[in-house]
């Protein structure tokens, strides 16, 4: 029942069209992550908003800010997050798991904003 329950609040829920063209190699990876993730992820080229309406609970990372890579995204997907405590683990696999992880470390961190370093100038 449980299972159940995860299974149906990490589909499809927030979704607003999805920005990746249809040729674009990562639009099946976006179709993927907008169908699977867009309950608790928000990435603007998936067309999702998963943590901008939901509760706290349910709330993953706003991909929009935050910049993953292939490896990590894959390392997720495969072990229901970094902390364990709400992704279910493999919500997609095999080619579907590569597709998502290529999609996410091609768009995610578009909105991200680097503070300068120690000893680092800003621009004015």
Do not use: W
């Amino acid at each position: 029942m449980i299972a159940a329950a995860l299974g149906l609040s990490a589909c499809g829920f927030g979704s607003e069209g999805i920005a990746v063209s249809k040729d674009d190699p990562n639009h099946e990876g976006a179709m993927l992550f907008s169908t699977h993730c867009a309950g608790c992820h928000t990435l603007d080229a998936a067309g999702t908003q998963g943590s901008g309406n939901r509760g706290e609970r349910t709330q993953g990372p706003n991909l929009n800010e935050r910049l993953e890579s292939k490896e990590d995204v894959l390392f997720a997907i495969q072990n229901g997050g970094f902390s364990g405590a709400i992704m279910p683990q493999n919500i997609v696999v095999g080619k579907e798991a590569e597709q998502v992880a290529e999609f996410v470390a091609k768009y995610a961190g578009q909105a991200a904003q680097t503070s300068p370093r120690p000893g680092q100038k800003t621009s004015p």
